[in-house]
């Protein structure tokens, strides 16, 4: 059966203002102060689609012209003993990994797959440009095996000191490139790497948090919790680089309390952040939309310091509209902050109570749920959904994996000509 393509508008969250979508629209194009997009659906009920495979089960609300090969959904079940540990009687874990033994086989352990099957769909079929996708890790291993599946050329911008997380069970297919910023350098240098290629029209910048389908991709770990609890849940709970995973949380609690069919949207966001990096938490606790001020060797150290790398970013969708301070200040939630110590003992309390491995930055939110309970911001009966949004390296990569070595190395600094001419020799 052929896929029609969702039906949907876009509505920018600051004014109201409701449009169509020209193909790859990122912002308003009447302007106006800063605002995320957010996808406005023909369908507003919730129905999973039983005759589409993995994440498109989803497609009623995700923004998206076809559906690729290989998805996987998030799988959503209670626990045992994670919540017997912290004496919790109504825990759901939505686990974004590779995990068969719970159903969950996302080939890159991580919940970024959701944004790239949901982003890599939005493009038509007859795309002839190149994506461009800026990462700290988990986001480049996971458009880079989506595209390397399913014949999307792609360019991940990635800085040198995250290479490591380039791990794949199989080798990549030649139309996925990796350009690397240099070694004592930030996901904010690779970023300006990727908005520097992109000056040149045969390169599309995939837009990250402004992409209403990577948003909407991630926000099916809500829908997954959902489709078990029966109901939005009380309280959420996630590390975040950029929040842009909690902003669509939020964004589908929305939706689906505008169902009628599952309670009001009474969930709160709870995000943590590792310890010194602690842009968006200093900002939130200082009550300000503005980000606190950090410096770019600031930046650099704190991201060397942490653990989960992947949670390192200086140009975070923060204070805009629909913004993650907007998101907070809705759902009446809040920040917190987890050393690298705290890190791993939740880690390996998590991997003995649950049975499998997770990311350090799932293991961030496993701690803060740990300090909402003891400070009481969450009741040990509430119904809670934590977001493990990575899990399951050890059995990913059990039977061998190979590290893509980044093709070219090039500074942000130079000249958008040098960095364009550079990359336009590998394709």
Same mark, same amino acid.
């Given at each position: ?18 449009f169509d979508?020209a ?12 605002s995320?997009?957010?996808a406005v659906?023909e369908?507003?009920n919730?129905?999973p689609?039983?005759n589409l495979?993995?994440l498109?089960?989803?497609?009623d ?6 559906t ?17 540990l ?5 825990l759901?874990i ?16 991580s ?10 769909a939005?493009?038509?079929?007859k ?17 880079a ?14 800085p040198?000191d ?10 990549l ?5 990796v350009?690397?910023?240099?070694h ?14 992109c000056?040149?029209p ?7 948090a ?14 997954? %919790?959902? &489709?078990?609890?029966?109901?939005i ?9 950029s =929040?842009? /995973?909690a #902003?669509?949380?939020?964004?589908n609690a929305?939706?689906?309390?505008a169902?009628g069919?599952?309670?009001a ?16 938490y ?12 950090l ?20 140009k975070?969708?923060?204070?805009l ?8 200040r ?21 991997l003995?109570k649950?049975?499998y ?9 496993v701690?803060?749920?740990?300090? %909402?309970? &003891?400070?009481?911001?969450?009741s040990?009966?509430?119904t809670?959904m934590?977001?493990?949004? =990575?899990a /399951?390296? #050890?059995?990913?990569?059990?039977k ?6 980044p ?17 336009n020799?590998?394709?």
């Amino acid at each position: 059966m052929k896929f029609e393509p969702t039906k949907y508008r876009l509505m920018n969250v600051g004014s109201g203002r409701i449009f169509d979508d020209a193909g790859w629209t990122l912002s308003d194009p009447e302007g106006g102060d800063p605002s995320l997009l957010r996808a406005v659906y023909e369908n507003q009920n919730f129905n999973p689609r039983s005759n589409l495979k993995g994440l498109y089960r989803y497609a009623d609300w995700l923004p998206i012209q076809r559906t690729l090969r290989h998805s996987h959904a998030p799988v959503t079940y209670k626990s045992k003993g994670l919540a017997k540990l912290l004496g919790m009687s109504d825990l759901y874990i939505t686990l974004s990994g590779y995990v068969p033994k719970r159903g969950a086989r996302m080939e890159t352990g991580s919940f970024k797959e959701t944004e790239a099957y949901s982003v890599c769909a939005r493009l038509p079929r007859k795309n002839k440009r190149i994506l461009v996708v800026q990462s700290a890790g988990n986001t480049a291993r996971a458009f880079a095996r989506v595209c390397s599946d399913n014949g999307i050329p792609l360019v991940v911008c990635i800085p040198s000191d995250n290479v490591a997380d380039l791990w794949f069970r199989r080798k990549l297919h030649p139309c996925v490139k990796v350009i690397a910023t240099p070694h004592g350098t930030d996901y904010y240098d690779a970023i300006q790497l990727g908005e520097k290629l992109c000056q040149d029209p045969r390169y599309l910048l995939e837009g990250g948090a402004k992409n209403v389908a990577r948003r909407d991709g991630m926000g099916t770990t809500v829908l997954s %919790a959902v &489709e078990s609890i029966g109901r939005i849940p009380d309280a959420y709970f996630q590390a975040v680089g950029s =929040g842009t /995973g909690a #902003i669509a949380a939020w964004e589908n609690a929305e939706r689906l309390a505008a169902d009628g069919r599952f309670g009001a949207n009474k969930m709160r966001i709870y995000c943590v952040q590792n310890a010194p990096y602690t842009l968006m938490y200093d900002s939130w606790k200082a009550g300000t939309r503005d980000l606190v001020p950090l410096t770019a060797d600031s930046s650099r150290r704190n991201a060397e310091i942490i653990l989960a790398k992947v949670l390192s970013n200086r140009k975070p969708p923060y204070g805009l509209a629909g913004g993650l301070f907007d998101v907070l200040r809705a759902s009446g939630g809040d920040f917190y902050k987890v050393n690298n110590d705290e890190l791993i003992f939740y880690l390996l309390q998590f991997l003995h109570k649950e049975g499998y491995d997770i990311f350090p930055a799932s293991a961030c939110a496993v701690a803060a749920l740990a300090k %909402a309970l &003891e400070d009481g911001s969450v009741s040990k009966n509430e119904t809670v959904m934590l977001n493990i949004t =990575g899990a /399951g390296m #050890i059995e990913a990569t059990a039977k061998g994996y190979s590290l893509k070595q980044p093709d070219l190395v090039l500074s942000p600094e130079l000249p958008a000509e040098e960095i364009i001419a550079a990359v336009n020799t590998l394709f």
